[in-house]
């Protein structure tokens, strides 16, 4: 069973089975909570583990892929914050604060902090009372947030109030990099600091491939690489390479290599 429970940016979630469901493109900073169970995060290039108690802050504009795991008969569950982008502008003119520099990191887990447990532990009595929860009482707690994060390190300003657009990127080098990631090519693009135009011309002049053609092959020689060396099913492959369905993993793979992902 899958529970989901949005205040107006402030969300709970509540997992009772394993899931690889999850946002993989972050459009807003967010800060979450591990209440219960285990957070497994794949950036492209580190897995993270997180449990419970552990407060994560994830940048926006990354490509983030999670599974959550119940943990000893308890539920998944975290609590979430959205620092969305107007709410930080306003923050920041209001405090004048200011971005001195661009940050490569994804996740950033902060230490314990007992100003951080409670201010958690208060968001738990508001669930299963959305109506009682007002826009503006939302917005309050969201500034609290941003206050915590700033007293528990202030150079997360850096993070929080980097407002520009991704600049131009090594296309060759992000793309071998996060080419499991099952978003669409013009989020690519946009991660690499291309228009979409642009990345298919770019993308054409290093690896002489169609973007889609290219990831369709590389997801399929990683699929193979793990199902032969890693001893995975077939069954934990297909997300784990990008694709949305075990089906057309399965047919795409015996078009490639004749054979079936589970005969290997």
């Not at 500034?143 to 520009?164: C, P, Q, R, S």
């Not at 011309?201 to 290219?214: G, M």
């Given at each position: 069973m899958t529970e989901i429970e949005n205040l107006h940016g402030i969300l709970r979630g509540c997992y009772t089975r394993s899931s690889k469901s999850g946002e993989q493109f972050i459009k807003e900073h967010g800060l979450s909570c591990i209440v219960s169970g285990e957070m497994e995060a794949f950036d492209g290039a580190v897995r993270h583990v997180y449990r419970k108690g552990d407060v994560v802050l994830s940048r926006k504009n990354t490509l983030i892929r999670f599974v959550k795991y119940p943990l000893n008969d308890d539920p998944f569950e975290a609590i979430s914050i959205v620092l969305d982008e107007p709410l930080l502008r306003g923050f920041a003119q209001q405090h004048q604060l200011v971005s001195q520099k661009g940050?490569?990191?994804?996740?950033?887990?902060?230490?314990?902090?007992?100003?951080?447990?409670?201010?958690?532990?208060?968001?738990?009595?508001?669930?299963?009372?959305?109506?009682?929860?007002?826009?503006?009482?939302?917005?309050?707690?969201?500034?609290?947030?941003?206050?915590?994060?700033?007293?528990?390190?202030?150079?997360?300003?850096?993070?929080?109030?980097?407002?520009?657009?991704?600049?131009?990127?090594?296309?060759?080098?992000?793309?071998?990099?996060?080419?499991?990631?099952?978003?669409?090519?013009?989020?690519?693009?946009?991660?690499?600091?291309?228009?979409?135009?642009?990345?298919?011309?770019?993308?054409?002049?290093?690896?002489?491939?169609?973007?889609?053609?290219?990831?369709?092959?590389?997801?399929?020689?990683?699929?193979?690489?793990?199902?032969?060396?890693?001893?995975?099913?077939?069954?934990?492959?297909?997300?784990?390479?990008?694709?949305?369905?075990?089906?057309?993993?399965s047919y795409a793979f015996k078009n490639r290599f004749g054979l079936n992902p589970s005969s290997i």
């Open positions: 940050v490569k990191e994804s996740l950033f887990k902060l230490d314990q902090d007992d100003f951080m447990t409670a201010y958690f532990s208060g968001l738990k009595p508001w669930f299963g009372h959305k109506n009682k929860i007002s826009t503006e009482l939302a917005e309050i707690k969201k500034i609290e947030a941003i206050h915590l994060i700033l007293k528990y390190n202030k150079n997360f300003k850096d993070v929080l109030f980097h407002f520009a657009v991704p600049g131009k990127i090594n296309l060759e080098a992000f793309m071998n990099t996060h080419f499991q990631f099952n978003v669409p090519l013009a989020q690519l693009a946009f991660l690499t600091g291309r228009s979409l135009a642009t990345f298919k011309r770019d993308f054409d002049k290093i690896f002489k491939i169609s973007p889609s053609r290219w990831l369709q092959q590389k997801r399929l020689d990683e699929a193979y690489y793990l199902l032969q060396n890693k001893k995975m099913k077939s069954s934990e492959v297909y997300l784990e390479v990008g694709f949305e369905t075990q089906s057309h993993f």
